[in-house]
């Protein structure tokens, strides 16, 4: 299809941002300074990100009168400052004539193009502004909660999206622009019943189009976004214009950092200019009408470099925007706390990182040396703290006190098991040791969690699951293995992260069936384990302990859940074996470890499906199916 419109010659800038959530004030400041730049290197279009005046993850803040009020204001001075340039950005629109679903005003997700002091309405909108026409309905996005659509208001308009959905015209140096412009969701249309871009193109002749977007990072994510960008320009033969925006934003449980990564397409497809990832800047681009240009490399996005670049990012910008200089990290001489460290020393300083050992009677002579060793690489602050004489006090005035009936008088003593001993030496790490010394040098304490341990509530609640931040609570231990490597090989240069620590078997060192000399460690088998779990939370549709057990019953488990082939039968003899295992984990992951997830620290997400808002869930307990029941009946059957 040859959508393409006449010759042009256009000067363009994408101004990759960084957009503030909620501050309109600090955004619509930017904004006019990349501006006045853009002004004076002769631009005749600048372009920002969806929702860069308010933010996009905003929660309820959306329902302030007051605040809608603000960002229309600021809107006006961008529109103002658009003369002798095309300004088009994204920023919520209001109708106050009209109300949304839920009662509440009309809000749009809008468009605006705005040149010389004026905008430009699209030629079938009812509106001077582009509305976003498909809301993204999963993950962390709401916007059916807030928004109204353009498809819904083509419905009340009994009208169809043919009839109200209209490229934006504008007229620079005497050359009329036919620009097809869309927000976000809008380019992602593969499963919705219409195509944004398939109904502009049919209609009309278009001389690009552009998507502004506020688009948060996920590893792996834009590798599909420039196969899926790139075959739009090529299939209707002109350029295509991505614009996102940087920063952190979040929906209270869960922090997303926003990549930027905005990148023009020409007509065939090819990547012809890119921003760096999480770079704020101007970046210009001449489109001529039926030229040539050189394409660039397509970034790769999908390796452990652009895990630890997003983390790195993330951490950073929250830290800044809570104000915390200090950072309290309690170490084991395992692999999580020893990344967590290298991580945060990297980021804040070593002087600014202080590390906490604090050795029961369990904790062996290995990891006390390791411990020392990682401090000592690091250059970071370090204390021990034995916590083994509190411990004893604690438990010892638990079996001492007496526990009185008062109707009847009887009494009994209180029996502290194994099992609460290792929760009471966990809370006594972090409820007492680490808060106490956070609040004693005005800093706070990190949880240091994987994902695996997340899954399955492997933690103590107001224990090590405590922190203000979960920063490694996105990712596999397997990715916590990767990153300690890069750590050592790329960050520092050098092995600050102790070999030792990477080869020894994990362990949370809580009793002595927890003994590293001997070998033994943590319950979950992470080679196996992390990919089972993955399965459980990341599959666009989930997987269940009915799938599960189909799989291992047609022998394709580790194909389907992407493990190393081999591991299932190492790990269980039997299928009674097997499905004990597979039992206990998802009871845990959908019974006891949904009420700790719920109080657990906010999550810096990185994956497709991160636990806070990004994961939704409900206390309901474990549930197996009717076929699971009876696959299950068979098999063990089969086997006794």
């Known amino acids: 299809m040859n959508n393409k419109g006449g010759c042009f010659r256009v000067k363009i800038c994408f101004s990759q941002i960084d957009v503030e959530p909620s501050h309109p004030d600090l955004n619509v400041e930017r904004m006019l300074q990349a501006i006045d730049e853009a002004k004076q290197n002769n631009t005749d279009i600048i372009i920002f990100p969806e929702m860069c005046i308010p933010g996009y993850l905003l929660g309820d803040t959306w329902e ?5 009020k603000d960002c229309l204001s600021y809107g006006e001075d961008i529109i103002a400052a658009s003369q002798d340039i095309c300004i088009i950005f994204g ?25 010389n002091g004026k905008l430009i309405k699209p030629e079938k909108s009812p509106y001077p502004f582009v509305i976003k026409t498909l809301f993204p309905n ?35 140096k005497g050359q009329e622009l036919n620009l097809g412009c869309i ?9 919705y019943a219409f195509a944004p871009i398939d109904i502009l193109c049919q209609n009309y002749k278009l001389d690009m189009l552009i998507n502004i977007s506020a688009s948060p990072y996920t590893f792996g994510k834009n590798n ?37 990564s905005s990148t023009v397409y020409d007509e065939n497809g090819n990547i012809i200019a890119t921003c760096p990832a999480y770079k704020a800047q101007n970046n210009y681009i001449n489109l001529l009408g039926n030229d040539e240009y050189t394409p660039l490399p397509i970034p790769q996005n999908d390796d452990i470099s652009n895990i630890y670049q997003a983390l790195h990012y993330g951490i950073k910008k929250f830290l800044k925007n809570i104000r915390m200089q200090k950072v309290i990290i309690g170490i084991s001489g395992g692999i999580d706390s020893a990344v967590a460290s290298a991580l945060y020393a990297d980021i ?55 526990i009185t009936h ?50 399955v509530g492997y933690s103590t609640l107001y224990g090590d699951q405590s922190g203000f931040l979960a920063g490694l609570a996105d990712l596999w231990k397997y990715q916590v293995y990767e990153l300690a490597h890069y750590l050592n090989e790329h960050v520092y240069k050098c092995e600050v992260i102790p070999q030792g620590i990477i080869d020894i078997v994990p362990s949370a060192e809580l009793s002595s069936e927890q003994d590293v000399d001997a070998g033994k460690g943590d319950p979950i088998k992470y080679p196996y384990h992390d990919y089972l779990f993955r399965a ?35 790990y269980f003899a039997t299928a009674k074996d097997f499905i004990c295992d597979l039992e206990r984990w998802w009871n845990l992951f959908t019974g006891m470890a949904v009420a700790k997830r719920i109080q657990a620290p906010p999550i810096l997400a990185i994956s497709r499906r991160a636990y806070g808002f990004d994961h939704r869930e409900s206390q309901n307990g474990p549930y197996y199916t009717k076929a699971y029941k009876q696959l299950k009946a068979k098999l063990l059957g089969d086997n006794l």
């Open 183 to 191: 927000l976000c969701e809008d380019g992602w249309s593969d499963d």
């Open 64 to 68: 302030q009168t007051a605040f809608l």
């Open 536 to 570: 459980f939370v990341e599959s666009w549709q989930k997987v269940t302990p009915e799938d599960i057990l189909l799989w291992y019953s047609e022998k394709t488990l580790e194909e389907h859940i992407g493990c190393k082939a081999g591991l299932v039968d190492k």
């Open 348 to 402: 804040l300083g070593a002087e600014n990182i202080t590390l906490i050992n604090m050795p029961s009677k369990f904790n062996s002579a290995t990891t006390k040396g390791l411990s020392s060793q990682l401090a000592h690489n690091l250059g970071c602050n370090y204390a021990i703290v034995p916590i083994q004489e509190v411990v004893d006090f604690t438990v010892n005035q638990f079996e001492n006190t007496d």
């Open 138 to 172: 999963y993950r962390e996005f709401d916007d059916s909660r807030y928004f109204f659509s353009l498809q819904s208001l083509a419905t009340e308009l009994k009208l169809n999206l043919n009839d109200i959905l209209s490229p934006v015209k504008v007229n620079i």
């Open 91 to 115: 920023n919520i629109a209001v109708d106050w004539d009209k109300k949304n679903t839920d009662g509440r005003v009309r809000k749009y997700n809008a468009l605006y193009a705005a040149y």
């Open 224 to 260: 599909k976004r420039h196969r899926v960008f790139a075959k739009q320009a090529k299939d209707n033969n002109i350029p295509l214009i991505y614009v996102n925006n940087i920063g952190i934003q979040n929906n209270g449980k869960t922090i997303y950092t926003f990549d930027g």
């Open 406 to 455: 008062l109707a009847t008088n009887d009494i009994h003593k209180v029996q502290v098991s194994s099992f609460v001993k290792e929760n009471i030496q966990a809370r006594d790490r972090s409820a007492r040791i680490l808060a106490g010394i956070a609040a004693s040098i005005g800093g706070g304490f990190t949880c240091n969690a994987n994902k695996a341990e997340t899954t």
